[in-house]
């Protein structure tokens, strides 16, 4: 069983920054692919950005890809959400996610996190 805590959520303002983390407890970190998800109130969990096991792959949704930045340290198993110029429609929970394979869809990861509130104000 592997175990993902997310932190760094909170209230900010339009057009500020925030930077998410997910520390995970497996010794395999190192092997995963980690993922970002996002759930909005009234609306269905969405892909926000995955990166593989040795970060040479990395995406990030459409709504996000010019503003957020997913990153990782291996030797610390965490992975790291940057997120500038927020706006109100990013305001979500933020959850992370560990799977075999990087991919975009909730189904091909098999750890999640708790999630983390973002809640960004006009």
């Known amino acids: 069983q592997v175990q993902l805590v997310e932190s760094g959520g909170g209230l900010v303002q339009a057009g500020d920054s925030l930077r998410l983390t997910c520390k995970a407890s497996?010794?395999?970190?190192?092997?995963?692919?980690m993922g970002w998800f996002r759930q909005a109130p009234g609306k269905e969990r969405e892909f926000v950005s995955y990166?593989?096991?040795?970060?040479?792959?990395?995406s990030h949704a459409r709504p996000v890809k010019d503003r957020f930045f997913v990153s990782r340290d291996n030797d610390k198993n965490t992975m790291y959400l940057q997120m500038n110029n927020l706006t109100p429609e990013d305001t979500a929970v933020y959850y992370c996610?560990?799977?075999?394979?990087?991919?975009?869809?909730?189904?091909?990861?098999?750890?999640w996190g708790q999630g983390t509130q973002v809640t960004v104000s006009s």
């Open positions: 996610a560990a799977g075999g394979r990087y991919s975009t869809q909730e189904m091909d990861y098999d750890y």
């Open positions: 497996t010794r395999s970190f190192s092997t995963y692919v």
């Open positions: 990166i593989s096991a040795s970060s040479d792959l990395r």
